[in-house]
């Protein structure tokens, strides 16, 4: 019988540590169940917690000699577990290693617990370091001592040696059978400072690379008041057909002049197509850099959109400095350049008296890379000024709405939305997203207003049939409430918009896994989705996690490697990175522990 997949399983909203880690029955029930059946077989000495009387220890009790070293340990143990109870840790260290010092070689389970107790008591003086030393040697004693490996992980965090520290709680959640819930919590916490660290350093290195025209095009038009490049018709809302391959912007001489522009170089060039309605030679005004690198943009043409902000930057006496860093910070952004797009942006906002809605924008962009960097507090100061510099910019609101949907703040991500929509009535994201956001309000708070919300989503295309996202978002959000079907017709609607959207196919091929349980179906689809986008970054992480669901690791940690080169932010590579960091991690404890894991993936109906 075909396993059922859920689409939670799958897709970017569930916890990385349950996705990475197959917390799915087959695994979880596998793993516990080798445990049980090696627990039933071995001896078990329970750990002498020192459960007697918790009063600390005095002179006024007569105590008989103990009979053997073993016993004398015992007793050390327990005077040592009194002191512990008491807050008095100097005292219970000297008792365990007292405990240590004298007790039998032979008797290796409880030479392990007294290294354990000791631990603990370093870890209430906050001497991580030992915590680890003492960990590690009731480890060799004991090697799956669950209480001595948890323990070990959270020094091994607190000392930030976070791949560490994940080794050690992936096999805590293994030997609980993932049935610990704070385990869980451990884990998912250490995957993302491990996933957070990793991406830090990675992204500080990381060469840039021009990802896919369409995703280019995506990001453009999510701005409706963008000040430098007017894209409104793109990606969003259908098509333009000024945006052709055959652009020649260097010699065309309808240009438009920016209103802040200097008198450019002129050149006078004579001949026919040159002259005007009288036969006399004209004056024909070259395109300034800045001019030049917009209508790049405008022809899908990208390469060059840097070098030519850069000349008009450096260019001596230009006005549209601040507007060329907007453009080069954009494309920075896009290229994966996050820290350099930064610096852009901090240039722009030192100049005095420029536009507001430049500087908005700048502020926007900002924002967006600090909540992406975690840095949240700053990211909504630059919201903040941003919407005290130009109040009736719909980009403002709507790009906050944004960062606070992620968040999960629904009640902020609506009135945002709602700001935007009343400032710019024709743009359709604002109403898919605030649709969306409704929808995840419904299912965590009042599930009786799903029906409302997928209402907007229904007014939406009606609004704007031109809109894929919208018919995309309304196929999730149709997906989430089990109405395949209806799902499917959204999806196949957005994709006949947007043809060339891969994003698109990957979501039909997850719909097809949760409704159909076919995996071979839902494959077909995203590999298709790689040959029309080699760049799709979301692909090569849902085949990743597929193959973690089928238990098979290396081809896991393929497509997470594959995803993290393709990655544009430093948030997403976090992300990938904790995928990868969990798939590789598992795999070398279960073969640590001598586990097959067992395959999780759904049948091939």
């Given at each position: 019988m075909a396993t059922h997949w859920s689409l939670k399983e799958v897709t970017e909203g569930w916890s990385k540590w349950q996705i990475a880690l197959c917390v799915g029955a087959p695994i979880a029930l596998g793993v516990a169940g080798i445990f049980l059946y090696r627990r039933s077989k071995s001896k078990k000495t329970a750990d002498n917690r020192g459960s007697g009387d918790s009063k600390l220890p005095g002179n006024k009790t007569e105590v008989a000699e103990p009979k053997s070293p073993k016993e004398l340990a015992q007793t050390a143990k327990n005077k040592g577990n009194k002191y512990f109870k008491g807050g008095m840790y100097d005292q219970a260290i000297e008792c365990y290693t007292e405990a240590i010092r004298i007790c039998p070689t032979e008797f290796k389970e409880d030479i392990s617990t007294f290294y354990q107790n000791r631990a603990a008591a370093y870890e209430n003086l906050k001497n991580y370091q030992r915590v680890v030393s003492d960990c590690t040697m009731a480890l060799e004693l004991k090697p799956q001592y669950i209480k001595a490996l948890g323990r070990r992980a959270k020094a091994y965090e607190h000392m930030e040696q976070f791949r560490d520290a994940l080794e050690d709680i992936t096999t805590v959640c293994i030997l609980e059978g993932f049935q610990n819930q704070a385990s869980l919590q451990i884990a998912d916490r250490v995957l993302k400072e491990q996933g957070k660290s990793r991406a830090r350093?990675?992204?500080?290195?990381?060469?840039?690379?021009?990802?896919?025209?369409?995703?280019?095009?995506?990001?453009?038009?999510?701005?409706?008041?963008?000040?430098?490049?007017?894209?409104?018709?793109?990606?969003?809302?259908?098509?333009?057909?000024?945006?052709?391959?055959?652009?020649?912007?260097?010699?065309?001489?309808?240009?438009?002049?920016?209103?802040?522009?200097?008198?450019?170089?002129?050149?006078?060039?004579?001949?026919?197509?040159?002259?005007?309605?009288?036969?006399?030679?004209?004056?024909?005004?070259?395109?300034?850099?800045?001019?030049?690198?917009?209508?790049?943009?405008e022809a899908n043409q990208y390469d060059e959109v840097i070098s030519l902000s850069t000349e008009e930057i450096e260019t001596p006496g230009s006005k549209l400095v601040a507007e060329s860093l907007l453009l080069r910070a954009t494309f920075h952004i896009l290229m994966g350049q996050g820290d350099a797009g930064l610096r852009d942006l901090d240039a722009l906002l030192r100049i005095d008296n420029i536009k507001p809605e430049v500087k908005a924008n700048a502020l926007l962009k900002k924002g967006s890379l600090l909540m992406q960097k975690d840095r949240q507090t700053e990211a909504l100061q630059c919201f903040a000024t941003a919407e005290r510099t130009d109040p009736n910019n719909s980009d403002v609101y709507h790009h906050r709405g944004q960062q606070h949907l992620l968040m999960e703040k629904l009640d902020e991500a609506i009135n945002d939305f709602n700001k935007s929509i009343s400032l710019s009535p024709d743009f359709p994201t604002s109403y898919v997203q605030k649709a969306f956001a409704e929808h995840r309000r419904a299912l965590q708070q009042n599930p009786s207003l799903i029906e409302s919300a997928q209402k907007l989503f229904e007014a939406a295309v009606k609004k704007f049939p031109h809109c894929s996202d919208a018919?995309?978002?309304?196929?999730?959000?149709?997906?989430?409430?089990?109405?395949?079907?209806?799902?499917?017709?959204?999806?196949?609607?957005?994709?006949?918009?947007?043809?060339?959207?891969?994003?698109?196919?990957?979501?039909?091929?997850?719909?097809?896994?949760?409704?159909?349980?076919?995996?071979?179906?839902?494959?077909?689809?995203?590999?298709?989705?790689?040959?029309?986008?080699?760049?799709?970054?979301?692909?090569?992480e849902i085949l990743g996690t597929i193959s973690v669901q089928q238990g098979d690791m290396e081809k896991a940690v393929e497509m997470f490697e594959k995803a993290i080169q393709l990655s544009k932010s430093e948030s997403e590579m976090a992300h990938l990175y904790s995928l990868l960091d969990a798939a590789q991690v598992q795999m070398k404890v279960a073969q640590k522990l001598g586990i097959s894991i067992p395959l999780g993936g759904a049948g091939n109906a």
């Open positions: 350093l990675a992204y500080q290195k990381k060469k840039p690379s021009l990802p896919s025209r369409f995703y280019v095009r995506n990001y453009l038009a999510g701005f409706a008041r963008d000040p430098i490049l007017k894209i409104e018709d793109v990606g969003k809302v259908g098509r333009s057909n000024r945006l052709t391959a055959d652009a020649h912007p260097e010699v065309d001489p309808k240009e438009k002049k920016d209103d802040g522009a200097d008198v450019k170089e002129q050149t006078t060039v004579i001949g026919e197509e040159n002259s005007d309605e009288n036969g006399d030679a004209v004056l024909l005004e070259k395109p300034s850099a800045f001019e030049r690198a917009k209508d790049l943009v018919y995309m978002l309304y196929g999730q959000s149709l997906c989430d409430v089990g109405k395949f079907e209806e799902a499917d017709q959204q999806f196949i609607k957005a994709l006949e918009l947007e043809p060339d959207n891969a994003n698109t196919v990957v979501h039909r091929g997850l719909l097809l896994l949760q409704w159909k349980s076919s995996i071979q179906e839902a494959l077909k689809l995203i590999n298709e989705a790689l040959e029309m986008d080699p760049l799709c970054e979301y692909a090569y």
